[in-house]
T-cell receptor, first 114, second 117 residues
């Protein structure tokens, strides 16, 4: 069965600090996909990134970076030089090759204080 | 602009009443989904549909019903059998499996917040 764990329920940092959101997943499939979504206060989920299980290269997009490590079943998300606009709930999600659905973690509420 | 619309944004219901939440997309996506989100929790799948006139139960389908008569529309009915319906409901859509560029990447609507009085 597929499962996603985001152990950090809430994180609060001061603006310009770097922050890492952890995501650990469980799956029996060799082919799977990992996602990160952002949910701002408005409620709508915004897609950030997708990674397939065969691509372990880290990815950087502006201040955002993702570290995918199959050896530890982790897909962590780092925000560099955080800004107040980064305040949101962030969800990690997993989809197995055979499944037609996403399984979400509990989410991490990130608050960036000015 | 392509996207997903959900209406209404806020919905109030009396106990014992059925209520239908609307979800419409103009992204030409085949697959559509309904999720429920409770405070401080992740999203849980209620129902999903891969093609018109076909849908499957998700993890928490009891007390809910759906229909998929048109590709663009996937309404969710919260019935009186749902014991605790107060929650935030999100609709999503995606391209069908097999299109590698966007496999299972789901696009979400703005959500409907349902409150039972």
């Amino acid at each position: 069965a597929q499962k996603v764990t985001q152990a950090q329920t809430e994180i609060s940092v001061v603006e310009k600090e770097d922050v890492t959101l952890d995501c650990v997943y469980e799956t029996r499939d060799t082919t799977y996909y990992l996602f990160w979504y952002k949910q701002p206060p408005s409620g709508e989920l915004v897609f950030l990134i997708r990674r397939n299980s065969f691509d372990e290269q880290n990815e950087i997009s502006g201040r955002y970076s993702w570290n995918f490590q199959k050896s530890t079943s982790s897909f962590n998300f780092t925000i560099t030089a955080s800004q107040v606009v980064d305040s949101a709930v962030y969800f990690c999600a997993l989809s197995e090759e055979r499944a037609q659905k996403l399984v979400f973690g509990q989410g991490t509420r990130l608050t960036i204080n000015p | 602009d392509g996207g997903i619309t959900q209406s209404p944004k806020y919905l109030f219901r009396k106990e014992g009443q059925n209520v239908t939440l609307s979800c419409e997309q103009n992204l030409n996506h085949d697959a559509m989904y309904w999720y429920r989100q409770d405070p401080g929790q992740g999203l849980r799948l209620i129902y999903y549909s891969q093609i018109v006139n076909d849908f499957q139960k998700g993890d928490i389908a009891e007390g809910y019903s759906v229909s998929r008569e048109k590709k663009e529309s996937f309404p969710l009915t919260v019935t009186s059998a749902q014991k605790n319906p107060t929650a935030f409901y999100l609709c999503a859509s995606s391209l069908p499996k097999g299109l590698a560029l966007s496999y299972n990447e789901q696009f979400f609507g703005p959500g409907t917040r349902l409150t039972v009085l």
